[in-house]
């Protein structure tokens, strides 16, 4: 990371700062960002199965929204979509490339690869474009009350 300092003030410039502000000038639209975790507080497991209390991450509710759940000790690292009213998506979070994140792109209804390749993915895991080695594992989500149920085991 480089360091470009004038006057008094210090402002660290990566690459991908770099990119984003040179895309920002040329007119281009940016670089993917990160997709926001849903609070551990909402998150719990039964079986083979994790449950998120939409009481506790109000914020899926809202048609558009995503949240990853990242559990390093289980393995698991899933983005949660919800693309329109009553369905919810949950697929796995690193592209199948170079292991970069995909965030949801809910004007296209599909994920995309935060690295410069850009991989696209439809909401099932299928490959749209991008240079990868294969699909995104698809779960089976149910909504239960408040509660979100997301099984675990790949979609057959």
């Known amino acids: 990371m480089e360091r470009i300092t004038s006057s008094n003030e210090c402002h660290c410039l990566d690459r991908r700062g770099l990119l984003q502000g040179a895309l920002a000038l040329s007119g281009l639209p940016g670089l993917c960002c990160r997709t926001p975790e849903a609070p551990p507080a909402s998150v719990t497991h039964a079986g083979c199965s994790i449950i998120i209390d939409l009481e506790k991450a109000p914020e899926l509710r809202r048609v558009g929204a995503a949240r990853a759940v990242v559990e ?5 690292n899933i983005i949660v979509a919800h693309p329109e009213k009553h369905r919810w ?11 970069a994140q995909v965030t949801y792109n809910h004007r296209r209804r599909t994920l995309q690869c935060t690295s410069l390749n850009h991989a696209e993915y439809n909401l099932a895991g299928a490959l749209l474009h991008g240079r990868t080695h294969g699909d995104l594992r698809a779960y089976r989500v149910r909504l239960a009350g408040s509660r979100l149920e997301i099984v675990l085991e790949p979609k057959p």
């Open 72 to 76: 390093i000790d289980r393995k698991v």
């Open 89 to 99: 998506v949950a697929l796995d979070r690193s592209c199948t490339h170079g292991g």
